[in-house]
């Protein structure tokens, strides 16, 4: 079972959202992310991702996923397969807006990496964009930021009638 | 139990669960119930493989009853990821299409012309729902005097011509002039003089040859609009700004009626881009050996002037006063006018979707088909738009994502609120046999896989990522070549 698991996973996230429905969990990523991080994790790196960060998705859905030091809420993302539409498309290479989250205030201010011009540049195209948007790939985990939560944004616009 | 889950869902659950498809079957019965014409397979048709193609795919493919076939111009697929973002932009959403194309639901058909190779009718025949998806590639012209002289080009093919496409690759431009003016204040146009002034080394070898000779100056870009009004985004703007050996020069005047206050009321990108540009106008430390960009405002070109040999040699300029109304700001000519010297000259005022087919209704104002929420308008049910031939040319990738995927909502919504009217279709299995019974060369994925590792082996004998093959025979004999 374990097997077809990480099979499916890789396969669709679709896939993943249907087990989540019918297990009926409120907090299965770490279910899945312990078979399947152990494949994508750098193997000489021992230290097990212990930080907590809780993603908050714009239908109020929770998803956590779980990350180590230095990398960024990118990484926690696709690292635990966690289901949030188009997030990452460049793939951290500040060339999109598509892993734009919201932090807390508080978190937002404690962060130590500011925001670059080019991450500025890039946040202005998000949409719902706030005081304390950051993008999740240039956001990097502390032990500190154990139990972070983040905002997705609603990334829906309208698509206008022409 | 079918009222506690919703249809959809549990289709999927159970789809999920099985792997053997067959074993569906002794379950179908308690779930559908309700809905006496199960059909299993939607298939949908997808013109066009740029980001609206696969973000629209990727986004129908939630229903896991949803095949999807997507049908390219070209023998390669990803649009303008592949032919339009300048090459040293390309982020790598190429591999998030790549999986979603190497799906066992999605099949990629490539050097297919809907329209001539197979009409838009017979697709719709075919198929349960086609999205056209094939953009906005005809350029807006400016109907003034002068347009049809030698040098004088869109600013697309242009983009094309560096960029690979096959039909732009003996372009050529004019590159033996310190002068080239770029009608238009948008991103494509700052892509243009960011090539001209400091070629990256990714674009095509042909192209890189010929803009190391070039003897390219100076860059006008001219908006008929103020700095306020500029349609480009700021990180391509402050790209432009660190070119190495270039400045780039906005002038104070153009900030006399910008206040402070109003810069500071500005929403934060708009603030932003704004502050960036008066900073270049105040910026007074200018190297006289540098490159120069020069960001023109409120003028409008009024004629393009050639010489003997009909070649173009300058463009008179009107200038603009820029009038306040309702809905948005409107330019009105002055009696100043103004002479640039130039022996290129671009044009990026805009772009239009072209008619695949008669049927298709376009919108002759906007330029786009004419939809609501991407449902074609004539067409009760089956042919949706998405993307840049829906929207419009505007935008970035962004933007193009979620409109796709929000169109993708409506057309998975109609295929719920038509249930009934589904029935099984055969999809590419009618349109490939026909497309093959007319000698038409039909690239699947695996053959671009081809095409792309080969791209990647000429790239690095050159040393660089890619060197992209350019002519569409040379796409196809990679092809044959690799099966023989």
Redesign the interface.
């Known amino acids: 079972m374990s097997c077809s698991l990480v099979y499916r996973v890789g396969l669709s996230r679709t896939v993943i959202k249907s087990y989540r429905n019918l297990l009926r969990l409120s907090d299965h990523s770490s279910l899945f992310s312990t078979s399947t991080n152990s494949s994508n994790v750098d193997k000489k790196d021992q230290s097990k991702p212990d930080i907590k960060v809780t993603f908050i998705k714009a239908n109020g859905q929770k998803i956590v996923g779980y990350g180590k030091t230095n990398e960024n809420l990118l990484d926690v993302v696709i690292n635990n397969h966690l289901d949030i539409d188009g997030f990452g498309a460049c793939e951290g290479t500040l060339a999109c807006s598509t892993c734009h989250l919201i932090l807390k205030k508080d978190d937002f201010d404690k962060l130590k990496n500011k925001p670059t011009d080019e991450e500025l540049d890039m946040l202005d195209l998000a949409f719902g964009l706030t005081e304390t948007s950051r993008l999740g790939c240039q956001v990097y985990l502390t032990k500190e930021m154990d139990g972070l939560e983040v905002v997705v944004p609603e990334t829906i616009n309208d698509a206008r009638t022409t | 139990m079918s009222s506690f889950?919703c249809k959809q869902?549990l289709k999927?659950?159970i789809?999920?669960?099985l792997?053997v498809r067959s074993n569906l079957f002794s379950y179908v019965p308690n779930v559908t119930l309700a809905c006496k014409r199960y059909i299993q397979t939607i298939k949908v048709g997808i013109i066009g493989s740029g980001p609206a193609g696969f973000?629209t795919a990727?986004?129908l493919?939630?229903d896991?009853r949803v095949l999807i076939d997507i049908y390219e111009k070209y023998p390669v697929p990803f649009g303008l990821i592949r032919f339009g973002v300048a090459p040293d932009?390309q982020?790598?959403?190429i591999?998030?299409f790549t999986n979603t194309a190497l799906?066992d639901r999605v099949s990629f058909y490539g050097n297919i012309n809907i329209g001539q190779d197979v009409t838009l009718n017979q697709l719709l025949k075919s198929y349960n729902a086609v999205v056209l998806c094939y953009g906005a590639t005809e350029d807006r012209k400016l109907n003034i005097e002068g347009e049809d002289l030698i040098n004088v080009l869109p600013a697309r093919r242009f983009v094309g011509w560096y960029n690979g496409i096959p039909q732009d690759s003996d372009l050529n431009p004019f590159l033996q002039t310190e002068d080239v003016v770029i009608i238009g204040h948008g991103n494509v146009a700052l892509d243009c003089a960011r090539i001209l002034l400091s070629p990256s080394t990714d674009i095509t070898n042909h192209a890189l040859t010929a803009l190391r000779e070039s003897k390219v100056k100076r860059v006008y870009l001219v908006g008929r609009r103020g700095p306020l009004q500029v349609s480009f985004?700021?990180?391509e703007l402050?790209e432009l700004t660190k070119l190495p050996g270039c400045d780039t020069i906005v002038f104070p005047e153009d900030f006399k009626n910008i206040t402070a206050e109003t810069i500071n009321e500005l929403p934060?990108?708009r603030k932003?881009?704004t502050e960036l540009l008066l900073s270049l106008a105040n910026e007074k430390n200018l190297n006289n050996n540098h490159k120069r960009c020069v960001l023109m405002f409120c003028r409008s070109p009024l004629q393009i002037v050639g010489d003997k040999h009909g070649k173009v040699s300058s463009v008179n300029l009107g200038v603009n006063r820029l009038i306040q109304q309702e809905d948005g700001v409107k330019t009105e000519l002055t009696d100043e006018k103004e002479i640039l010297k130039c022996g290129l000259f671009l044009r990026s005022i805009g772009y239009r979707a072209v008619s695949i087919d008669p049927s298709i209704p376009l919108?002759d104002k906007?330029g786009?088909?004419?939809?609501?929420?991407?449902k074609v308008h004539g067409f009760d049910f089956g042919l949706y738009c998405s993307g840049w031939a829906?929207?419009?040319a505007t935008g970035?990738?962004?933007?193009t994502?979620?409109?796709s995927?929000?169109?993708a909502e409506?057309i998975l919504k109609d295929f719920g609120q038509n249930e009934p009217l589904l029935v099984e279709k055969p999809g590419a299995t009618e349109i490939i046999p026909h497309l093959k019974s007319k000698g038409v060369k039909v690239v699947t994925f695996n053959d671009w896989q081809r095409i792309d590792e080969l791209e990647k082996n000429l790239g690095s004998q050159l040393g660089k990522p890619r060197e992209k093959l350019v002519n569409q025979k040379d796409m196809i004999k990679a092809v044959d070549e690799e099966k023989d």
């Open positions: 889950f869902c999927t659950m789809n999920s669960f792997s973000y990727q986004a493919l939630k896991s932009h982020s790598n959403v591999n998030s799906q985004t700021i990180k402050r934060r990108p932003r881009l919108n906007t786009v088909i004419s939809n609501t929420n991407g829906a929207t419009g970035v990738i962004i933007g994502m979620n409109a995927f929000e169109i409506h």
